[in-house]
């Protein structure tokens, strides 16, 4: 017997995301030209103590591919930023676990000690608390600059313990309670992978947040950033230049527009720069050492383009 129609699974057409210039149908393929570096993203590293389910960068505790980077070659690009006044506001941070780099807390007081604002994506757990005390220190002394981005998957414990896996609810829990109780400023990244509506997804985490007397706005997109699932197996469309017009968004409005991402592979010499958090694998978005060397036109030549940016209208810094 065959599957209803809206079970049947669509795997992405292998023609597809191939040229850098063309689509499969043979028509320009979109660019994005980097309008102005608003946020520099680290990696800083893609060890995790969680391996979730569906993991963008493939996050585990054994996944090293992506290594820690070091305080010195943060501050590289840091100083880069400052002699050649590119206008940068924001230092973001994403593994992997940011606070299982050993360096985190010193990369995090160089850069707000220089003035950048600082975004931190963590799982809040163990990692985070394991540096409560320094990390309160940071708060206590450039906490306005400073906001924390716990992962909630989701509202409900056991959805999100079936992406995040057992037992990673009540330390998360725990950690977000910490972090609003110290006067963190903090914002949540939830999941749309449910099947609800966004608007469900709301009314659901601030259902949650009254539950455990957390004083955060489910309402507020830039307090809870949802982000569309993504999986680079299924079919999505091409984007086209045409499909600008088309779908009603910009080239401005995408994250490879005013972000780029620094990354360092297992057994490199030295940092990379690539278009954005999304990308940090594939060869062909490697686009130099420095930020100035990472000027150029973007392809929009891989899924996540299309289903995470363009379509899906996210961008990783809310």
């Known amino acids: 017997m065959s599957q209803p129609a809206e079970s049947v699974i669509q795997f992405l057409d292998p023609r597809k995301f191939q040229d850098p210039r063309t689509t499969a149908d043979g028509d320009p393929r979109a660019h994005v ?36 980077i ?8 840091l100083d880069e930023i400052e002699r050649d006044r590119l206008g940068t506001r924001t230092i973001a941070f994403t593994g992997g676990e940011p606070f299982m780099n ?52 989701h509202y409900d414990r056991d959805t999100h313990e079936e992406e995040r896996g057992p037992r990673s609810w009540a330390p998360a829990i725990k950690g977000l309670h910490w972090l609003t109780s110290n006067g963190f400023t903090v914002d949540i990244a939830g999941r749309l992978f449910s099947g609800e509506s966004e608007h469900a997804m709301r009314l659901g985490y601030a259902d949650l947040f009254r539950r455990e007397h957390i004083g955060l706005d489910a309402h507020d997109a830039r307090t809870l950033v949802l982000f569309p699932e993504m999986d680079a197996r299924l079919d999505v469309p091409e984007i ?24 360092k592979r297992k057994g490199a010499a030295h940092p990379v720069v690539v278009p954005c958090t999304l990308l940090p694998y594939d060869p062909q978005f490697e686009l130099g050492r420095t930020l100035a060397e990472s000027f150029v036109d973007v392809p929009l030549n891989h899924p996540h383009c ?13």
């Open 33 to 68: 030209r980097l309008r102005e570096l608003e946020t520099l993203w680290i990696c800083t590293g893609t060890l995790c103590n969680l391996e979730c389910r569906n993991c963008y960068i493939e996050s585990s505790p054994s996944n090293d591919r992506l290594v820690y």
């Open 70 to 77: 070091s305080t010195d070659e943060v501050a590289a690009y």
């Open 102 to 153: 050993p360096d985190m807390i010193p990369i995090l007081d160089d850069v707000l000690t220089r003035g950048f604002e600082a975004l931190v994506l963590t799982n809040a757990m163990r990692p985070m608390m394991k540096v409560a005390d320094p990390l309160l220190d940071i708060q206590r002394r450039h906490g306005d600059r400073l906001t924390v981005r716990v992962s909630i998957d």
């Open 240 to 263: 086209t230049e045409a499909c600008w017009d088309i779908v009603g968004t910009s080239p401005d409005a995408q994250m490879c527009a005013s972000s780029r991402m620094v990354i």
């Open 306 to 318: 299309a289903k995470f940016c363009v379509l899906g209208g996210a961008s990783c810094s809310g």
